[in-house]
Nanobody, 118 residues
Framework: VQLQASGGGLVQAGGSLQLSCAASGSIFSFIVMGWYCQAPGKQRELVATITSAGNTAYADSVEDRFTISRDNAKNTMYLQMNSLKPEDTAVYYC?????????????WGQGTEVTVSS
């Protein structure tokens, strides 16, 4: 399965973007999917996750501003980003984890760039 992230772009502070992560196959078997971001010169950080049961978790910095969701029928995960701040500027990556016996296989998308101007 390949993941393809899209939806990034340039937006003013306070604006919104919706990122999409489309899978080449079914995402039903991904036990957890998530969005990560990497700002220039910084390490990749977790933004939000969603389990196969629909349970979500967020980084403190995006709580109440971002919403993660997944549509198994469309094999796509989303990140709705509202009230964007300049510090949200980063490349955003999507990731999906599958369980194979006792091992977890992780699949990464290629990243989509988000730039928030002040």
């Amino acid at each position: 399965v390949q993941l393809q992230a899209s939806g990034g772009g340039l937006v003013q502070a306070g604006g919104s973007l919706q990122l999409s992560c489309a899978a080449s196959g079914s995402i039903f078997s991904f036990i957890v999917m998530g969005w990560y971001c990497q700002a220039p010169g910084k390490q990749r950080e977790l933004v939000a996750t969603i389990t196969s049961a629909g349970n979500t978790a967020y980084a403190d910095s995006v709580e109440d501003r971002f919403t993660i969701s997944r549509d198994n029928a469309k094999n796509t995960m989303y990140l709705q980003m509202n009230s964007l701040k300049p510090e949200d500027t980063a490349v955003y990556y999507c990731k999906g984890d599958k369980l194979r016996a006792t091992l977890i296989n992780s699949y990464w998308g290629q990243g989509t760039e988000v730039t928030v101007s002040s």
